[in-house]
T-cell receptor, first 114, second 115 residues
């Protein structure tokens, strides 16, 4: 099955700096890569996603890059703000429909300090 | 759109009792729902895939007789933790996907504490 590794496990940045979280996946057939933000005690919220036919996607301060050859993808957050502090999870999936199962990375706890 | 409602948000039960958690898709039909368990400071671990009108598919290591899943309609899946023990205390989250969209929507989660 799919195996997703995520680094770093914790990340502390100063407000205004950029944060980068990296993930690798094992199944070359994976074709959909969402990123989730989870605040303490809350549900994971989708913040951005990318499909395997695209190398990069950006949404305001958030961007995701995908390298299919190397089987890794990264989340980039620019101009970080205190409200970006949360746990971020990457995920990968071989998307064949609504029954396809997500495999999550281990999570990165991001702390944005003032 | 693509809202998933989960109840209860938290529950405390005595050891040996059973607890039922409900997950509803409010504005779409979900033939498949997923149940996750999340321990503190850990990732979401898939427990089982709930299929409408058929048996759930359990991940390796998950006891199907302990975690009963019922998906009786296209909008409702339930997870029953039977004979709960303190080690079952965790955050349980359901998820479903609206076939019209990308992305998986999560319920708000249920924090189960077994005392």
């Amino acid at each position: 099955g799919e195996n997703v590794e995520q680094h770093p496990s914790t990340l502390s940045v100063q407000e205004g700096d950029s944060a980068v979280i990296k993930c690798t996946y094992s199944d070359s057939a994976s074709n959909y890569f969402p990123w989730y933000k989870q605040e303490l005690g809350k549900r994971p919220q989708l913040i951005i996603d990318i499909r395997s036919n695209v190398g990069e996607k950006k949404d305001q301060r958030i961007a995701v890059t995908l390298n299919k050859t190397a089987k890794h993808f990264s989340l980039h957050i620019t101009e970080t703000q205190p409200e970006d502090s949360a746990v971020y999870f990457c995920a990968a999936i071989v998307d064949t429909g609504t029954a396809s199962k997500l495999t999550f990375g281990t999570g990165t706890r991001l702390q944005v300090t003032l | 759109g693509a809202v998933v409602s989960q109840h209860p948000s938290w529950v405390i039960c005595k050891s040996g009792t059973s607890v039922k958690i409900e997950c509803r898709s409010l504005d779409f039909q979900a033939t498949t729902m997923f149940w996750y368990r999340q321990f503190p400071k850990q990732s979401l671990m898939l427990m089982a895939t709930s299929n409408e009108g058929s048996k759930a598919t359990y991940e390796q290591g998950v006891e199907k007789d302990k975690f009963l899943i019922n998906h009786a309609s296209l909008t409702l899946s339930t997870l029953t933790v039977t004979s709960a023990h303190p080690e079952d205390s965790s955050f349980y989250i359901c998820s479903a996907r609206d076939y019209r969209k990308d992305g998986y929507t999560f319920g708000s989660g249920t924090r189960l504490t077994v005392v």
